[in-house]
């Protein structure tokens, strides 16, 4: 991926921003571990902070970070990971409701 930024600088994006969205992927996973699985009131609340979070980074590099394949596996990896810890029981898009990418 470094190599691809560094030959292609138009992009939008730096590796640094990639990582943002990394870390903030990452922060979703440990916030909803701990969130017990009856409590799906905190849990929507995460979600709108991670999806807002993510809107404000691919803004910040002109709606060039997040497109559909990006798009495709976010969602993929928040709903997946919000059936395992049982807030939600079928696969359905938990960030439509705040996605703007």
């Known amino acids: 991926m470094e190599e691809y930024l560094a030959i292609n600088k138009n992009v939008g994006y730096t590796i640094k921003d990639v990582n943002q969205v990394k870390e903030i992927l990452e922060s979703y996973f440990i916030k909803t571990r701990k969130i017990k699985n009856t409590n799906h009131n905190k849990f929507n609340i995460l979600i709108e902070e991670i999806v807002i979070n993510l809107n404000e980074m691919n803004s910040k590099c002109n709606y060039s970070l997040i497109e559909t394949d990006q798009r495709e596996m976010i969602c ?4 997946k990971i919000a059936m395992y810890f049982h807030f939600i029981e ?9 996605r703007e990418w």
Do not use: G
């Open 76 to 79: 993929s990896y928040m709903i």
């Open 90 to 98: 079928e696969y359905s898009d938990i960030t439509e409701t705040w």
